[in-house]
């Protein structure tokens, strides 16, 4: 081959070999160019549904197409995990999970999919912060005083959660575990269902999500221990945290985000976090948030990286309670 053929077969090849990239790249400018829909593994109403819609809506305004909200519940969250998983790479079809995935990859030992590898991280978007509250009826004004009373009296105090393995059972085992005390997990199919026997007084001790029982615990319906926050919560700044009421460490909350199939491309997951981000900075998405009990995490915990490495962190935190409460999915 001649040196100048040879110089236009490297530049032809060179040029050859960038055309993927830059299909690549404008594709991820021309995005979306349709509706996307995003999968809520959950039922409609939901805390995790009703984030995905403010979310949504928002995104629809800001990029100009559609984000439908499809709710497909079922399998503990996996059936509508696997939807996305299987679904094709290209930003059009987006999941909504919560930490109660990462629990899954604890409990399940076969999945058709894997959490980790199949799953590429979008945005954090909020955290669900817990507390820890009892019955008024309860005489059991702090944490030390729950201790010593379910020490005194082992086995006649119950906790009730909404559901086995679910975020709130797992943090009571935690609990348990960190305290030694002997207390009866009662399970329920759903957080409604709990919350509305504690309220009766036929369970008497319960770790939920803050947003479930605010305005309960402020109409004094329910007494609120301590917050599962390292720092205090504006919506209940009278109420200590873990650390402040001697539970040192005692850190529960879970998280709701957005994630893609594994392989979409890099250019669009970027342009859906910068919209996500500008969307949890906006003053009104925060007003929402805030009342309905949601906690937006920092910015610099809003990247993908960050939340990939924190869907690790609970999957390795969760993994040996799991085990050692032998929880089993249902």
Known sequence: MKLPHRRRFLHLAAGAAMLPVGSRVARAQAYPSRPVRIVVP????????IVTRLVGQWLSERLGTPFVIENRP?????????IVVNAPPDGYTLLNLSSANA????MYEKLNFDFIRDIAPVASLVRFPYV???NPSVPI???????AYAKANPGKLSIASAGTGTPAHIAGELFKMMTGVDMVHIPYRGAALALTDLLGGQVHVMIDNMAVSLEHIRAGRLRALTVTTAARLETLPDVPTADEAG???FHVATWNALFAPK????AIIDKLNAAAVTALADPAVRARFAAIGQDI???????????GALNRADIEKWWPIVKSANIKAE
């Open 42 to 49: 959950f039922p409609a109403a939901g805390l995790s549904d």
């Open 74 to 82: 079922g399998a503990a969250s996996n059936l509508g995990t696997e």
């Open 103 to 106: 629990t899954n990859a604890t």
């Open 132 to 134: 820890l509250e009892v």
């Open 141 to 147: 004004r702090s944490v030390p005083e729950l201790i």
């Open 247 to 249: 539970l040192p460490g």
């Open 263 to 266: 392989g979409t491309p890099k």
């Open 297 to 307: 995490p920092p910015r610099e915990q809003q990247t993908p990286e960050a939340l």
